[in-house]
């Protein structure tokens, strides 16, 4: 079964960290039409936060690293989206433990753990036009391609598209929560911002997974699997 290191799962959040950085802009400007206009900066000064934290003291299991995030995010980051992606990780990090590393199973059911907790949080359902439209089509397809005996990276790939997916999605979607239900049929046309920096969080998951699977591959032996991807 392949396996995700934490070290794996730290180098995600700070490629997230990246990609949110990167993406600022765009972020806010998905967000002034819909919403607040804040969601860019708030959640680049969030992730920001995060990986200061790792770099004062690498996490050694799945619960430091999650827990950390999680309160990270929930005491820098303004609006829902702090409280809602520091849930997130903060229940996925309860679920994995005190581990140095998961399997893609005990990964994907912590990462559907994570849905509960912003479901329960954010008091949203799958069609609401949240974060909740990318993150469950991303999470299904990552345990469908467990099911399959996929690998890691394949694994990865198939939820980072499938986010990507629901992330656009929510353009024709009718909002149903947030500051942007307020503007009822006027709020279709837009992609929810929460959704579209959910897209983001998965992309940066398979840039990670295939990156450690890389690592790994090069520093074998010839005809060695790649502990990334070993079945």
Do not use: C
Not at 14 to 25: G, I, K, N, P, T
Not at 87 to 100: K, V
Not at 167 to 194: E, F, I, M, Q
């Amino acid at each position: 079964m392949p396996e995700i290191s934490v070290d794996a799962l730290a180098d995600w959040l700070r490629r997230f960290q990246e990609s949110v950085a990167a993406h600022r802009d765009e972020l806010t400007e998905l967000d002034s039409a819909i919403g607040d206009a804040d969601h860019g900066a708030n959640l680049d000064r969030g992730m920001t936060a995060v990986v200061a934290a790792l770099d004062a003291a690498p996490a050694a299991t799945a619960t430091d690293l999650f827990t950390r995030t999680g309160m990270a995010l929930i005491s820098n980051v303004g609006g829902a989206s702090g409280p809602l992606f520091g849930t997130f990780f903060l229940r996925i990090g309860a679920t994995l433990g005190a581990t140095s590393g998961s399997t893609a199973a005990e990964f994907g059911t912590a990462l559907r753990a994570g849905i509960a907790g912003v479901e329960a949080r954010g008091k949203a359902q799958l069609g609401d036009k949240t974060m909740l439209d990318a993150l469950a089509p991303a999470v299904e397809a990552w345990d469908s391609r467990v099911g399959t005996g996929g690998s890691m990276t394949d694994i990865a790939r198939s939820a980072a598209d499938a986010a990507a997916a629901g992330r656009d999605a929510t353009a024709a979607l009718v909002a149903r929560k947030g500051r942007a239900s307020y503007l009822g049929d006027r709020s279709t046309g837009h992609v929810d911002p929460g959704a579209a920096s959910t897209a983001l969080l998965f992309e940066a998951l398979a840039a990670a997974v295939t990156g450690a699977a890389g690592a790994a591959d090069s520093d074998a032996p010839a005809g060695a699997a790649p502990v990334g991807d070993a079945e």
